[in-house]
Structure formats: structure tokens, C-alpha cells
């Protein structure tokens, strides 16, 4: 795996918290407040108290329409009048085509051609008009700027946008509101939008919570950014996590992260499959590969929160029924 690093331009301002709790009021009636699951089975494994946010019942199936609606809420008339633009390997186009046509605005997505059938799907079925590209071989910032440039349509990213890290900060806030201070959190990280904007609402709402991501082990490059303390790129990783299959992190999520998460992890995809298998069987859900990265870690480090109150964020629950059927029957016939 071959590994460049860059400096991250430093942001003129980072947001804050008070940006989380405004998106909270925008999406408010739009997005669901996502359920907050227990497992007996799962506090006695860790001889711990665990409280799961469950964002694989969000709407469109991820956290991701959090940060989309509260991005696309804050268009200008002329800007929705054009539309959006955005790239994504599957939930934040579906999270953003699924904003926009609550909203009444067009919007284009650039998706990569081998994303899991479903997700390509779902997002034409809400509206999104399709772009597919190569993931290995094309750069899919160019050509979401080409686009945008081309038809004056305004480029969402999936992560590094102040509006987006905020609204996916959302989740972490409903959690600490509905359960309180916690001793331990632990969600899944891609590009970091989620765990920014978890950091934000944590070290506001639960200040001495230790607060971990977790990536696949596959692609550790936010791992070895946060030790490093410099944005590191990677090559798109091989793994099933399809939601974390990110190069790098983004300049505003790194900054973030550095400030305030206290590691990050990583799991592997065998953990991963072991955890879908967990969730369907004991919990009777449905999580996708990139959802279970942070019970994966939290499990493999269960006996240092031995006592503790921790909370983890499922993120997703879209994968198609084959590709679930074909991992988990696989390990369940190992
Ligand atoms: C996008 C996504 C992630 C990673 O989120 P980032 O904000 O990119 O770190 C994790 N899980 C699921 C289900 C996702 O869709």
C-alpha cells in the first residue's frame, strides 16, 4: 500500500457545537430520531452497559441524511433552483437525492460503477440522476467539479463541509440527550464527517467520554493521520467496510478529530461479518459491513470498559440481501 502525506490547510474557522444544535432544529420533522438499543446479551459479554444509536433505521437506511438535509436546507433560492451535485460511493448519494427531492431541487450523483447494486438503485429511485465512474482509476472530485462547473449545480461532498459534519454530529447529540454522559464512545470512520461531528456534540454533552473511530484495517489511513499528525492518502482499500473505503480525511474533519478524539481503531472484515451475524441473530437487524466498525472495536477491547456506560453508533443498515447472505452464511458454515 503506498502512502503520500500533505499539510492540511488550516480552516478559518472551525464549527462548533451551536452549529450542531442548529442543524438539530433544520432536519427536526425531517429525519428521524433514530432509536437507542440495549442487548442483555451484549452487557453481560462486556460486563458493561452498551447503548447503540441505531442510524441503520434512519431515513434512506444512514446517518448520511442528517448532514445532507441540513447542507441542502441552507441552499439560496438561485442554488436550488440549479441544483446539487454530489459523489459518493452509495449513502451519502442516496442521503442527498432523497434531500433534494424533499426540498424540490434536481440533483446529479457520481457514483462508482461496482457501488452494491442496491444503493445505485435507491438513488435513482429518489430522484438522483446517475454519473458512474471508475473508483480505481478516475477522480471522482474532478469530475463532480467539471459538472458543477458545466451547469452551475453546488458540489456537496460527502464529509469536509462544515454543513455535513454538523448535521451528522445530530446523532451523538439525540444519544447524550436521551441516555446522558457516557464513559466511552465509539463510532465508524470514513472521511470523518460522522466522528467531527460526534466530537463536537461529545466534548460538549460528555465531556470526559473517551472517544474513539474505527476504521477497516484494510484502510487505516485515518489511524495513521491522527498518530502522524498529518493527512495521510492511501490507495482506495479492498475491504467490505464499502462506506469507509475513503483515501484520506478531509482538512476540516482532521482538524476536528486531532482536537478532540482520544484514538482511533480498526477492525478487520472477519470481525465485521462476525458482527452482522450478531446483530441479525440476537438484535434482529440489519447492519451493513461499514455500520458494525464500531461494536467490532469496542468488542475487541471489551475488558477495558469493564463498569462503564459506552455508547456506539451503528451508521447504516443498506446492503443488498445477497451480498449479507453470501458474507454471513459463509462465516456461518466456517
Ligand atoms: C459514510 C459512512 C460512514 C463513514 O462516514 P464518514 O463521515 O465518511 O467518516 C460510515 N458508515 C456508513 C454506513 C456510511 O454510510
Redesign the pocket.
Known amino acids: 500500500m503506498s502512502a503520500t502525506s500533505h499539510t492540511a490547510a488550516t480552516p478559518v474557522a472551525l464549527p462548533t457545537y451551536a452549529d450542531v444544535e442548529a442543524a438539530a432544529r433544520r432536519i427536526e420533522g425531517h429525519a428521524h430520531r433514530t432509536p437507542v438499543l440495549t442487548s442483555r446479551t451484549v452487557d453481560e459479554l462486556f460486563g458493561a452497559q452498551v447503548f447503540f444509536k441505531c442510524?441503520?433505521f434512519q431515513r434512506m437506511g444512514?446517518?448520511?441524511f442528517r448532514?445532507a438535509f441540513n447542507a441542502l436546507s441552507r441552499f439560496t433560492p438561485e442554488q436550488r433552483r440549479f441544483g446539487v451535485v454530489a459523489f459518493s460511493?452509495?449513502?451519502?448519494a442516496q442521503a442527498i437525492a432523497l434531500s433534494a427531492r424533499i426540498l424540490g431541487m434536481p440533483s446529479t450523483i457520481v457514483m462508482p460503477k461496482d457501488a452494491p447494486a442496491a444503493k445505485i438503485a435507491a438513488t435513482r429511485g429518489y430522484g438522483g440522476q446517475i454519473v458512474l465512474y471508475d473508483r480505481y482509476t478516475e477522480d471522482r472530485l474532478q469530475i463532480g467539479r467539471d459538472l458543477a462547473e458545466k451547469h452551475g449545480l453546488t458540489l456537496i461532498p460527502?464529509?469536509d463541509h462544515p454543513d455535513?459534519?454538523t448535521g451528522?454530529g445530530t446523532a451523538a447529540k439525540e444519544l447524550f440527550d436521551e441516555v446522558g454522559a457516557l464513559d466511552a464512545v465509539f463510532?465508524?470512520?470514513?472521511?470523518?464527517?460522522?466522528?467531527?461531528?460526534t466530537a463536537l456534540s461529545t466534548r460538549a454533552l460528555s465531556p470526559k467520554a473517551k472517544l474513539y473511530?474505527v476504521e477497516p484495517e484494510a484502510g487505516n489511513d485515518g489511524q495513521q493521520s491522527f498518530r502522524s499528525g498529518t493527512i495521510v492518502t492511501i490507495d482506495t482499500p479492498r475491504t467490505i467496510?464499502d462506506?469507509?473505503q475513503?483515501p484520506h480525511l478531509g482538512d476540516i474533519?482532521f482538524a476536528l478529530i486531532r482536537q478532540h478524539v482520544d484514538d482511533v481503531l480498526t477492525a478487520t472484515d472477519a470481525e465485521l461479518v462476525d458482527a452482522m451475524g450478531f446483530f441479525a441473530s440476537r438484535m434482529k437487524m440489519l447492519v451493513?459491513p461499514?455500520?458494525c466498525?464500531g461494536f467490532a472495536a469496542a468488542k475487541a477491547m471489551k475488558d477495558q470498559l469493564k463498569g462503564q456506560r459506552v455508547g456506539i453508533v451503528i451508521?447504516?443498515?443498506?446492503v443488498d440481501m445477497a451480498r449479507f447472505c453470501e458474507l454471513v452464511g459463509a462465516a456461518a458454515a466456517a
Open positions: 442510524e441503520n444512514a446517518f448520511k448532514g460511493s452509495g449513502n451519502h460527502p464529509f455535513v459534519l451528522q463510532t465508524p470512520l470514513g472521511g470523518g464527517g460522522l466522528l467531527s461531528g473511530g467496510a462506506g469507509a475513503t474533519t451493513e461499514t455500520g466498525l451508521s447504516g443498515g443498506n
